[in-house]
């Protein structure tokens, strides 16, 4: 039996039992802690990227950028396809940090008619700093379950991930 205080998700489903005890409440419980959880991860992860004068979108670009290799550059297709963003969408946040001067529109070796985004060195210099605090925060918000728990987290969301992108 679990000996923890009640939270709020338990006030909500106590309510739904007095009022239809028929109903089956786990998954509405597991879900409702589940949304509850992502709510308050997203703020702290917003935060980080904030305090580095980022915004969630453009710490994204940086990021599939970096994380692409050298030379560091993607076609914006292929960043708003990895992003799972319009193309408009990217043209918005590939302007917003070109005029930061964090990113830049380079001509494609092979096809001179096609562009690609690359990072700049202050581009690089900063995804380099924001992925460490990142991860770190991460790490920290994690931290609270033992090496155990973090691992049956991983599986169980693994599991529901792979059944649910069929």
Request: proline share 3%.
């Amino acid at each position: 039996m679990d000996e923890r205080e009640p939270d709020v998700v338990d006030a909500i489903a106590a309510q739904w039992r007095r009022e239809r005890p028929e109903l089956e409440l786990e998954a509405m419980a597991v879900f409702g802690r589940l949304g509850r959880l992502m709510t308050i991860a997203m703020a702290r992860i917003e935060t980080v990227f904030t305090a580095h004068g980022l915004q969630r979108g453009e710490f994204d670009v940086l990021a599939a950028l970096r994380r692409s290799g050298a030379p560091c550059e993607l076609n914006p297709s292929v960043l708003a396809d990895t992003l799972m963003l319009s193309r408009a969408g990217m043209t918005g946040r590939i302007d917003r940090l070109e005029t930061a001067g964090l990113v830049r529109r380079v001509a494609d070796r092979e096809d001179r008619r096609a562009v690609r985004v690359a990072l700049t060195e202050d581009g690089r210099a900063l995804i380099d700093t924001v992925v460490v605090a990142h991860t770190e925060n991460e790490t920290a918000m994690l931290s609270v379950l033992d090496p155990a728990d973090r691992a049956a987290l991983d599986r169980i969301s693994r599991t529901l991930l792979s059944r649910w992108a069929e």
